[in-house]
């Protein structure tokens, strides 16, 4: 059994519980012991530091505090998520870095009886640790349905490798890590260039035309190159290309239907667990697909939701644009 | 060997020291005020043998030296204190002005009052206590000096030059005309380096082996040179002027006495291999081959990993068709022991791993090419006879972008400038556009185009209409983003003159990638007892004023070995090094610093911990007599062993205990009060 501190973040209970399931799941089998980091709190995701300095490092080293008092034989932190994992890597380096934030930092921390000292945690995210610590060996013994045949599109994100402040990945650029597990899993690993593109973020919210561009780009290149499913390891990835493939199709006048996965998911269904039991259903642009390649019985689809009202138009209204014939009947009308 | 050692002991006779302070201008006189050093010299260290103390503008000058010839045979000084700059700068000229006045130079101490002193102290009242305590360590050392003789030591006139690139064959050749004769050993099968491999060559646009081919020949029928091929360097031993080297012949499974070099044999061959040293990747030879038909030596070698007969036991093609029978399926390697005097190290350089940039996708994208590559496809006698042609073979790119700076100033691989890049960037520009018609594209950080007629040839590339655009590439993809793109490679680059992201689709990516040590440079630099930097480039003497010699004597290095440099530059470099060896030769024999270790046997309890630390391989254990024994030609008075030996049994000429725990103690005799610093 390997020990390690879980910080679990906020997207694990809500958006991405399909992620969270399917890590429970396929922890077992990879005698992965992962213990809760008690009392944690929200790292701040990817606004916050960009607002107030000092507070958002708080906030994240309050939870490095919480682990290193939960500390025993393991320093280990594992993050499943990108921007938690991201988040804890960086409060952990700067206070490093720059001893005077470190002070500062641990001086609002003393306010709840806290203390981190930087550096004394090893933060990892996920595939780290099952790429690096229990190793592919061992993963490769555990598969008992190969994913044969399936034509998986690795997508990393954005802020898994880069900046890598301890140096854990092969390449900021192209990391190869995910590529690998998927092939000892038995997937068909489609060379995928964008893997480490950004996937939006929070843009949907703020500039929607912007966000459907680089979605569009994701999807069509995963398409183009004939995936079967995207597999990622962030569940803000998920979240946008699952969620607004929808809208991106109606902006587009596109009809693009790529699902996207947790890679503990595919790793789930490869060690044979059954789909209920790693969230298999809770996306919104069905990965039956998947099921249905490899043969295994699916857990009854839910009908789909009744499409929505269209909203009532707030503005003015509008006049109908003129057709062909109406501007060609004008047009006479000016010649006599 | 004379004996360096007269038998004098400080007791003897009675000191009588001179102390020299230099102003160095402003170097030492604008921090240290020289004048009280001087007064407090000649007035405080009177009872510890000083007589005489002196200041001067500039001691290293003539009238400088004067001041101490001429108190030396005035006042009968017996001992010579120079506080000025490092010993490693101007002890040599003070030593000399001692031995002009009749002095054993070895009596004249330097203390350094600039490096160590003016130059890294800002507080004067601070900095003139701190240089009276150098020189009251320098007096009470320099008691304890005694008259030494250098070592004299006879050279061999023989040179071993060790790579067949176009430096070693600079090297090889001004040192055979001049008379004398050279071992030149080769790792491939020919001689020629990577200028072999060139089709042209900037500025001139001359043809690679037109003007190589010559050289090339000259040196294969050199009466003055043995030439070794395929043969790689095993073990030094000896010192300056009398190395023995042993040389590991590879077999080449050919007689290579009776092969005329008719080629029969590669043409009967039926094993296809794809050669990655002399084609880049891009081409074939045959398991037995010459690396190109201009070889020199114009003998095969057979490839035995990849030859059908070392595979299967059957095949023999090559020995069927062998009119004159010069196959030997049996040949072994043969060990060679050469004695030389002197060695060049002309090893050369490896191209960057582009591969290890994933993101240019060399490797993964077809159509991205290396350097090399490009080099083999523009040569008319490369695998597409000089067609600039895409990895299917036939399509001719219609727009080619050349990136620069792969894998050079770049943090994350190799900070320094490969220097050839450029230039050879505008190459590939010139000789892509003239064959293909092609837009070509250049992306660069700078044009760095120095040196005689380079700009000029930028000029004449930017006339031709090529493209430049500024800025470091971020990717090159194969992942349209819109139809203009689709089926290309899009470079994405931010153009930093105008300031905007742009990306620019073509069909043909050439990476001008850098240049790196040799993988195994630092192994060879341990063979040879030579130093190298962290990247692995060989370590010069000194790197403005002796870019040729090591820090080692006898071994001397050209080319791009010492670091990135164009085809002139080592040539230049190459005879330069020849010229120092013939320099040597010349003297017949030479001599050498008496500064050297020696082991006192009584003390020596053979526990063999110097054995190893030894940089120079100067060391050897008598395993009958259980004692360790220093070669003092080899040695050269690094003090490692000095300082490492449990018992004390080593010791340094010229750093002996009595005297380095005599400038202790007269450093702690200047008892520095923290007020009268801060006062």
């Known amino acids: ?250 902006f587009f006048g596109t009809n693009y239907h790529m699902p996207i996965l947790f890679f503990t998911q595919l790793m789930g269904l490869a060690f044979g667990i059954e789909p209920k039991e790693l969230g298999f259903g809770l996306e919104l642009v069905s990965a039956r697909n998947v099921l249905d390649t490899l043969g295994v019985k699916a857990p009854p689809e839910t009908p789909p939701a009744p499409p929505r009202r269209p909203r009532k138009p707030e503005g003015l209204p509008m006049p109908t644009p003129l057709t062909k014939p109406q501007i060609e009947a004008l047009k006479k009308e000016v010649v006599k | 060997m004379t004996d360096n050692i007269e038998n004098t002991s400080p007791s003897d006779a009675q000191e009588k020291i001179g ?100 130059w890294v102290h800002t507080d004067k009242v601070a900095a003139t206590e701190k240089a009276k305590a150098a020189i009251s360590g320098g007096v009470e050392r320099v008691r304890h000096h005694v008259p030494l003789q250098p070592i004299i030591v006879p050279i061999n006139p023989a040179t071993l030059i060790v790579g067949g690139g176009i430096a070693g064959i600079q090297s090889a050749l001004e040192i055979a005309d001049a008379g004398f004769h050279v071992y030149l050993v080769e790792r491939e099968p020919s001689i020629g380096g990577h200028m072999a491999q060139f089709d042209k060559t900037f500025p001139t646009l001359d043809c690679s082996a037109c003007i190589l ?95 059908t007969y070392y595979e299967k036991g059957t095949c023999k093609a090559c020995d069927i068709f062998c009119a004159p029978k010069a196959i030997r399926f049996d040949q072994e390697d043969q060990i060679l022991t050469l004695n030389v005097g002197n060695i060049i190290l002309a090893t050369g350089y490896e191209l960057f791993d582009a591969r290890r940039i994933p993101n240019y996708g060399y490797g993964r994208l077809p159509n991205v090419f290396t350097s ?146 040799r993988k195994d440079s630092k192994e060879v630099a341990k063979t040879f007892g030579i130093s190298c930097s962290v990247n692995g480039w060989f370590i010069e003497k000194h790197p403005k004023l002796d870019p040729i010699a090591t820090m080692t004597e006898g071994i001397f290095i050209a080319g791009c070995a010492q670091g990135p440099k164009d085809i002139p530059a080592s040539v230049a470099q190459g005879a330069a090094a020849a010229a120092r060896v013939l320099g040597r030769i010349e003297q017949k024999e030479m001599a050498l610093e008496p500064v050297r270790a020696s082991v006192i046997e009584e003390k020596c309890s053979g526990c063999r911990i110097c054995n190893g630390l030894c940089p120079f391989n100067a060391i050897t254990f008598h395993e009958d007599r259980m004692v360790t024994e220093i070669n003092p030609a080899l040695c050269q008075g690094c003090g490692t062993c000095v300082a490492a030996c449990p018992a004390g049994a080593i010791t340094g000429t010229g750093f002996s205990n009595d005297q380095i725990m005599a400038q202790i103690e007269g450093l702690l005799m200047m008892n520095i009060e923290p007020e009268a610093v801060t006062a």
């Open chain 2, 213 to 307: 081919t010559p050289k090339m020949n000259s040196v294969g029928t050199h009466p003055n040179i043995t030439l070794l091929t395929w043969s790689e360097v095993e073990k030094v031993d000896g010192y300056v002027g009398n190395f023995s080297v042993t040389v590991r012949k590879k077999a080449r499974k050919v007689d290579e006495e009776l092969c005329t070099g008719c080629g029969i044999c590669q043409e009967k061959c039926p094993k296809k291999v794809i050669d990655n040293v002399f084609e880049a990747g891009l081409g074939y030879r045959k398991a037995i081959y010459t690396p190109s038909p201009q070889s020199v030596p114009n003998r095969p070698v057979i490839d035995v990993p990849n030859c």
């Open chain 1, 1 to 250: 059994m390997s020990d390690y501190i879980l910080y679990p973040g906020c997207s694990m209970e809500a958006s991405a519980r399909a992620y969270y399931d399917s890590l429970k799941a396929i922890s077992k089998p990879l005698g992965l012991n992962l213990r809760e980091i008690e009392d944690w709190n929200c790292c701040g995701a990817t606004e916050y530091l960009s607002v107030s300095k000092t507070p958002a490092y708080a906030l994240i080293a309050r939870n490095l505090a919480l682990a290193s008092n939960q500390a025993n034989e393991t320093h280990s932190v594992v993050a499943p998520c990108s921007a938690c994992y991201l988040n804890l890597a960086k409060a952990d380096y700067y206070m490093r870095e720059q001893p005077k934030l470190g002070k500062t930092v641990n001086e609002a921390l003393a306010a709840g009886n806290l203390h981190y000292v930087p550096g004394s945690l090893d933060i990892r995210h996920l595939l780290d640790v099952i790429v690096y610590d229990i190793g592919l060996d061992s993963v490769e013994k555990k598969v008992v349905q190969p994913l044969t045949g399936l034509r998986v599109v690795p997508y990393l994100g954005c802020m898994v490798p880069r900046p890598d402040y301890d140096h854990h990945w092969s390449d900021h650029e192209f990391p190869v890590e995910l590529d690998f597990l998927l092939k000892v899993l038995g997937a068909d690993v489609v060379d995928y260039p964008l893997k480490t593109e950004c996937c939006g973020g929070h843009m949907p919210q703020i500039s929607p035309s912007t966000a459907f561009e680089m979605l569009r780009r994701l999807i069509s290149t995963a398409d183009e190159r004939d995936g079967d499913v995207m597999v990622t390891i962030c569940p803000m990835c998920q979240l946008n290309i699952d969620g607004y493939q929808g809208e991106m199709n109606q």
């Open chain 2, 19 to 118: 102390v020299y302070v230099c102003h160095c201008g402003t170097n030492i006189a604008g921090v240290v005020d020289v004048v009280q050093v001087a007064n407090w010299a000649a007035q405080s260290l009177k009872h510890r043998g000083v007589v005489i103390a002196r200041e001067y503008k500039f001691m290293c000058s003539s009238p400088g030296q004067d001041l101490i010839e001429k108190d030396i045979k005035e006042l009968g000084l017996n001992r010579v204190i120079v506080a000025a700059c490092s010993p490693h700068l101007h002890e040599k000229t003070f030593r000399t002005a001692c031995a002009n006045a009749g002095l054993n130079p070895y009596l004249c101490e330097m203390v350094s009052i600039r490096e160590q002193v003016s």
């Open chain 2, 372 to 517: 090399l590559e490009i080099e083999r496809l523009t040569n008319a006698a490369g695998p597409t006879n000089g067609n600039v042609v895409m990895r299917d073979g036939k399509t001719t790119p219609k727009t080619v972008g050349i990136i620069h700076c792969v894998g050079s100033r770049d943090k994350n691989y190799n900070n320094y400038c490969s220097v050839i890049c450029c230039m050879q960037s505008l190459k590939f520009a010139h000789l892509v556009h003239e064959r293909t018609g092609a837009q070509v594209y250049n992306f660069y950080i700078d044009i760095r185009a120095a040196f005689k007629d380079y700009d000029e040839f930028y000029q004449r590339v930017l006339d031709e209409g090529t493209m430049f655009v500024r800025g470091k590439v971020a990717e090159v993809t194969d992942v349209p983003r819109n139809e203009n793109e689709r089926g290309k490679l899009i470079i994405q680059v931010e153009d930093t003159l105008v300031g905007k992201q742009r990306r620019i689709p073509v069909d043909m990516v050439i990476l001008s990638a850098g240049l790196e040590p």
